[in-house]
Nanobody, 125 residues
Framework: QVQVVESGGGLVQAGGSLRLSCTAS????????MGWFRQAPGKEREAVSC????????YYTYSTKGRSTISRDNAKNTTYLQMNSLKPEDTAMYYCASGADGSYGGCTRGDFVYWGQGTQVTVSS
């Protein structure tokens, strides 16, 4: 049984930083691309950042590019999202996803199979 578990969310002031972590089990972690998505109340779930199996290919959505860094540690079955210079509009539930082909260089929600329950990020102004 595949499990995807996020952690690291919380309440932070604008301009602050957070590091989200995601651990996946029940699958061969380095066979798959990993992704971070977010969903704010009343809005659709959108891509934030994705990374291929080796970490050699990454994708960032325009709104977070330059402020976030995705990485992965295949020995620990974990992927990370470092977010800096956070803004109130970054407030959302952040979801980690796995199951896309390892060589995948995109970040489309429908290409990911396994999803976590989410971790809440709230940025106060």
């Amino acid at each position: 049984q595949v499990q995807v578990v996020e952690s690291g969310g919380g309440l932070v002031q604008a301009g602050g930083s957070l590091r989200l972590s995601c651990t996946a089990s029940g699958l061969r972690f380095d066979d798959y691309a990993m992704g971070w998505f977010r969903q704010a109340p009343g809005k659709e779930r959108e891509a934030v950042s994705c990374i291929n199996w080796s970490g050699g290919r990454t994708y960032y959505t325009y709104s977070t590019k330059g402020r976030s860094t995705i990485s992965r540690d295949n020995a620990k079955n974990t992927t990370y999202l470092q977010m800096n210079s956070l803004k109130p509009e970054d407030t959302a539930m952040y979801y980690c996803a796995s199951g896309a082909d390892g060589s995948y260089g995109g970040c489309t929600r429908g290409d990911f199979v396994y999803w976590g329950q989410g971790t809440q990020v709230t940025v106060s102004s």
